[in-house]
């Protein structure tokens, strides 16, 4: 009698470790999110010392722009030199560059503009260069499976931090001074600077050798961008959106709360829901894997379009704060997927400068449609920029989603 020999038993696929349990990628994601807790940090403190009359509302606004002025040169630099050498070098650099422009900071705050100013800008550079460092250095760190997982977790520290920072920072105000907070954030920095391990791209080498300028290799990153039509259409929806939309609520939200509805309440509910919002997002993203992944996200994108709707007329305050919890829900549904088909699409030596470009491009002008938003309420009237905004809110990611490779936001799906 023949016996049949028994069947092996078939293996069961790996199971991929949650991607908070791998060191490395928590040793980044901490020094993320200590950067994003200094970043958000600075400008909330040095309202304190508005408040408590050591800044005066023109010093706070100096201030802020040499942030913002650093931020945009140094994101640019930050991009070629992340490419070009050690990423997590990069990153250690940037960080401790802030970390030592922060104890200047505290000790020119109230005594002289200039220092004070320089370190601002020292500050913001630190900050510009680590962003595209830190972007690319998820890709090294983190393998492609999770990369949308690492994501999210990246984007739901910062919303958190954005959610329970503002009372942690007044309540440790009733004790502590601005010059002593600031110290804190600096502390933030090397926090940021020293605790990210290093991913797996190249190193920077010791040996000299004959490398294109620096222009050049930004004309590349460029160049890279422009190989990727979906990157560009999504880009332009997503600047649209930041200028206008971003902007006009940023400006007109303060005044409806104050003249329509006669309460800060509708602002801090608003506010309020947007992070709640924006937390529900990217607990839904790191597990939602839609077919459609580009048009899904342009649809998160283009919801941000409710929160200037909103304000437009005279609504009760339960759906204005229901627009704002929708607009943060959008914005990570759109973050999440961009983020990781970048990584993933974008040629790897050249992903910071890309990153860099997306950086510069979105943020960069989120202050000059600041700027330009209450000369055109003061010309053409609030409820009808709103609903200019609201309007290009809506539009700009339906023309993006246009472009064929959008659909997922991969170059292959080129016709």
């Given at each position: 009698m023949t016996t049949t020999p028994a069947r092996a038993p078939e293996s069961s696929p790996p199971r991929t470790r949650p991607v908070l349990l791998d060191p490395a990628f928590l040793r980044l994601w901490s020094g993320t999110t200590a950067s994003g807790l200094a970043t958000w940090a600075l400008p909330f403190v040095l309202g304190l010392a508005v408040l408590d009359r050591t800044l005066s509302a023109a010093a706070l606004g100096l201030l802020l722009a040499a942030r913002t002025v650093g931020f945009l040169v140094a994101v640019a630099i930050g991009g070629v030199l992340a490419d070009r050498y050690s990423r997590r070098a990069v990153v250690a650099w940037a960080g401790l560059a802030a970390a030592a422009a922060t104890p200047v900071l505290a000790a020119g705050?109230?005594?002289s503009l200039a220092v004070t100013a320089g370190a601002a800008l020292v500050a913001g550079a630190g900050q510009g260069a680590c962003r595209p460092a830190f972007q690319a250095l998820t890709a090294e760190v983190v393998d492609a499976e999770r990369r949308q997982q690492a994501n999210?977790?990246?984007?739901?520290?910062?919303?958190?931090?954005?959610?329970?920072?503002?009372?942690?920072?007044?309540?440790?105000a009733v004790v502590l001074d601005t010059s002593t907070l600031l110290l804190g954030i600096g502390l933030l920095w090397l926090v940021a600077a020293l605790i990210p391990g290093p991913g797996v791209g190249k190193q920077s080498s010791s040996e000299p050798t004959q490398r294109p300028s620096f222009f050049r290799e930004f004309g590349e990153g460029l160049r890279e961008a422009r190989r990727h039509p979906w990157f560009l259409a999504g880009l332009g929806a997503l600047t649209a959106v930041i200028a206008t939309g971003y902007s006009a609520t940023g400006v007109a939200l303060p005044l409806i709360s104050r003249d329509r509805y006669d309460t800060e309440l509708v602002l801090a509910a608003a506010m309020t829901a947007y992070t709640v919002g924006a937390l529900a997002g990217a607990l839904v993203i790191a597990r939602l894997r839609p077919r459609a992944q580009g048009w899904s996200a342009l649809a998160g994108l283009a919801c941000y379009g409710f929160?200037?709707?909103s304000l437009v007329f005279p609504v009760h305050p339960a759906f204005v704060i229901a627009a704002y919890a929708v607009a943060g829900l959008g914005i990570e549904l759109f973050n999440v997927p961009w983020f990781t088909a970048t990584q993933r699409e974008v040629?790897?030596?050249?992903?910071a400068r890309v990153s860099s470009l997306d950086f510069m491009l979105s943020y960069g002008l989120a202050p000059l449609g600041l700027a330009l938003m209450a000369p055109a309420i003061d010309a053409l009237g609030i409820r009808a920029v709103l609903a200019v905004c609201a309007l290009i809110c809506f539009l700009a990611p339906a023309a993006a989603a246009l472009v064929p490779s959008t659909r997922g936001f991969a170059r292959s799906e080129e016709g």
């Open positions: 705050v109230g005594h999210a977790a990246m984007t739901l520290s910062v919303r958190v931090t954005t959610l329970a920072a503002p009372s942690l920072t007044a309540l440790l929160a200037p709707l040629a790897p030596d050249k992903l």
